[in-house]
């Protein structure tokens, strides 16, 4: 069997860390033998926390680091200042090759700053966005920027479209993906500034399957496969999209429970029902990769439990063994 893909995962970012990332951990080294973790955080909390479980522990290495970088504070002083933090120390693994990828549910501001200053950019690309997918009607689509551009050029959105779509392709297996940008209507003169200038350089490139404009009532829809916009236009998406999915269900779970005939219904309706959240769930397709690093850099959200950093660290694996940052260097040549 060929070297198992290793990623360095930050054990004490997030809000359900340790106990949630380690479990986490410990699943995806358990269900798929391509995978190897590093743990990297405060060595004594660490290793408690695998103590409760059973997994090869040949594929599961523990790195010491004794400071947490907190949500709250400033991502530039945090990363120069907390050398020795869970996050800080985790990206230099992959910056000097010891480690394939990196995940954490610590705080975004560390990871994008992080990123870019120790992991480092590749050279052409002058802004790597932070890159979701989205469950749609029609299956994974990713939004491409949600938070790490909030001011962006035409030039970075182009550039955005073809990471996006070398990503769709390699990563989640969609040949000759769409690509659309976020507008406010679906006329080429319409937009902001911003869009007005990027839609035609789209439309001339000639290595993308540039399908036009999309609207935000479009995205849950699955009418583009990639979704190109800033990130304050595409975080608001994102928040929406998690907003209204999670306020439906909440309502959908209270209007089923309201009632004796209600619950009976609920439980004919159970297996159709799991089937569609199972769909829409987010969590299922892991964290965002940010796009455009030397090496594999993935924010999975602040509340991540064990299965969204299991799945973050197997689209590690896939994004690791198609070699997406080989593919966006050698788009970059052409």
């Known amino acids: 069997m060929a070297n198992p893909v290793n990623v360095a995962v930050d054990a004490m970012g997030g809000d ?48 010491n680091a ?36 990196f995940v954490s549910a610590g705080s975004t501001g560390a990871v994008l700053v992080g990123g870019q200053a120790i992991v480092g950019r590749i050279k052409g690309i002058d802004r790597p966005p932070l890159a979701p997918v989205l469950p749609t009607s029609k299956g994974p689509a990713l939004l491409v920027d949600c938070g790490a551009n909030v001011d962006a050029r035409s030039d970075h959105l182009v550039k955005f479209a073809r990471m996006g779509s070398i990503y769709m392709k390699y990563v989640m297996g969609i040949e000759n993906p769409r690509v659309a940008i976020v507008n406010i209507g679906a006329e080429e003169e319409k937009g902001n500034a911003l869009v007005k200038e990027t839609f035609p350089l789209l439309k001339e490139c000639d290595d993308i399957n540039f399908i036009g404009s999309i609207e935000a009532r479009d995205v849950p829809s699955g009418y583009a496969d990639v979704m190109v916009c800033d990130a304050f236009v595409g975080n608001c998406i994102l928040k929406m999209f998690e907003g209204v999915g999670a306020t439906l269900f909440s309502e959908i779970k209270a209007s089923l429970m309201s009632s004796f005939r209600s619950k009976l219904g609920a439980l004919l309706i159970k297996p159709a029902l799991k089937k569609v959240l199972k769909k829409y769930d987010a969590s299922e397709y892991g964290g965002a990769p940010m796009i455009g690093l030397n090496g594999l850099v993935v924010k999975s959200h602040g509340s991540s439990k064990a299965k969204e950093i299991r799945n973050s660290i197997f689209q590690c694996v896939s994004f690791v063994e198609a070699d997406i940052t080989g593919k966006i260097r050698e788009s970059l040549i052409q």
Request: net charge negative; glycine share 4%; no cysteine.
């Open 66 to 101: 004794d400071d947490v970088i907190e949500t709250a504070e400033h991502p530039v002083h945090a990363i120069r200042r907390k050398k020795e933090s869970s996050l800080v120390i985790a990206l230099k693994l992959v910056k000097e090759g010891k480690a394939d990828a």
């Open 16 to 63: 359900n860390a340790p106990f949630e990332i380690v479990k986490g951990a410990v699943d995806a080294v358990n269900e798929n033998d391509k995978v190897a973790v590093t743990l990297v955080g405060r060595e004594e909390i660490v290793k408690a926390e695998l103590a409760k479980y059973k997994f090869d522990e040949s594929r599961i290495t523990v790195v």
